[in-house]
């Protein structure tokens, strides 16, 4: 086991900056989930790691010691990839001890390592089927097998789980959480879906275009985002955001868009007059969760819309509301709204500090 570090890495394909100047300390042991969308260079940064891409400028270290210059099979890590590269004329015990005979270790100590980490994996009774003869978690599981028997120093992932069904995803995201959990293997994780990001991952690295927007725990991520584009990349359904001016009123200040006004809590007004907005513009952030809605509107519901579509989700609805000409969504109980109240009015209300605050220029987050 050991810590990973990148050192103001880069990776650059000809013309293509796929990974700019990346600092990031991996912890001994840790699951972290390197997040972020298509093309956001989240394989580069960990194909540099398992030596498979070269490093275009920077350092990445594993327990201390730089990496750049060793060949892929002397770094002792091991990466799972997505199709996951089994022996089809092979058993699944010979698949498992494949790499180990290649070290050639002896019979009895491959046998060990073999069934020890069948036991783990709970694929003891398929060690003599083909992978052909396993289902696509099955094979999953062997394929982890075949790196764990390795005993690597850091595990890489790259979105293992990806092209299984709904079902199967999550099953396997406990899993993996859990094979992870029991043997402690620092673990780089990556995937697009921030599903996967926030349900498994010790923390989160979250990146957009090359470049890292946070480090931190699913918890913070999610509470605490660190710009607009962090806080509506994680959450299901993303966090609303609708566009205001600050101005002051009665002596404090309220975020105004032409169909409402929204008072700015006290806390959260001295920092926005500290931050200097652009042209005052500012956006406001909230969850579709944190929204409540009134068939009438009063003080408490101050956001005036009208009922676009409702979707049903069985314990509870997502309802999509039209103001002006944005668009809200909001999480509530089933039933509050039918299917066929397109275009009738609704309310909004909020506990204010439910509110996030964004310079609406440069997305940065604002906090007491
Ligand atoms: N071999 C290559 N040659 C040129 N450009 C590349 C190469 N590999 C990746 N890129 C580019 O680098 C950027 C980052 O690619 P990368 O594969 O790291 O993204 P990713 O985050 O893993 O995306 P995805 O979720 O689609 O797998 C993209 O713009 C991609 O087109
Ligand atoms: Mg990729």
């Not at 840790?30 to 030596?51: D, N, V």
């Not at 069904?165 to 293997?185: P, V």
């Amino acid at each position: 086991m050991a810590a990973l570090t990148f050192n103001n890495v880069w990776k650059r394909y000809d013309q293509v900056e796929a990974v700019k100047n990346l600092n990031l300390d991996i912890r001994d042991g840790e699951f972290l989930c390197l997040l972020g969308p298509s093309g956001c260079g989240k394989s580069s940064s960990l194909r540099m790691i398992a030596g498979l891409e070269f490093i275009s400028e920077g350092e990445i270290s594993l327990g201390g010691q730089r990496i750049n210059e060793l060949e892929p099979r002397h770094r002792d890590i091991a990466m799972v990839f997505e199709s996951y590269a089994l022996y089809p004329q092979k058993t699944v015990y010979d698949n498992m001890a494949n790499p180990l005979r290649l070290r050639k270790m002896s019979k009895d100590e491959i046998d060990r390592r073999v069934k020890e980490t069948a036991a783990i994996l709970e694929i003891e009774r398929l060690l003599g089927r083909r992978p052909s003869q396993l289902s696509g978690g099955q094979k999953q599981r062997v394929a982890i097998g075949r790196c764990l028997v390795r005993e690597p120093k850091a595990f890489l992932f790259d979105e293992p789980i990806a092209h299984l069904d709904a079902k199967l995803r999550a099953r396997m995201r406990g899993e993996l959480k859990h094979i992870q959990k029991t043997l402690g293997t620092t673990t780089v994780y990556v995937t697009h879906d921030q599903l996967e990001g926030m349900s498994m991952a010790d923390r989160i690295a979250i990146m957009r275009d090359g470049v890292l927007q946070q480090v931190a725990t699913p918890h913070e991520i999610f509470n605490r985002p660190a710009n607009v584009w962090v806080a509506t990349f994680i959450g299901d359904p993303p966090m609303n955001v609708l566009n205001a001016e600050v101005q002051t009123a009665d002596g404090g200040l309220v975020a105004r868009a032409p169909e409402y006004t929204i008072a700015i809590p006290d806390r959260q007004a001295a920092a926005l007059s500290n931050a200097r907005l652009t042209d005052g513009k500012v956006q406001i952030g909230i969850r579709p969760e944190a929204l409540r809605l009134s068939q009438t509107p009063d003080a408490a519901h101050p956001i005036a819309g009208r009922i676009y579509a409702v979707q049903p989700l069985g314990d509870v609805e997502i309802v999509d509301v039209r103001v002006g000409d944005e668009r809200i969504l909001v999480k509530t109980e089933l039933g509050t709204i039918q299917n066929e109240d397109i275009d009738v009015p609704v309310f909004m209300g909020y506990k204010p500090e439910k509110l996030y605050f964004f310079d609406a220029v440069t997305g940065e987050a604002v906090y007491e």
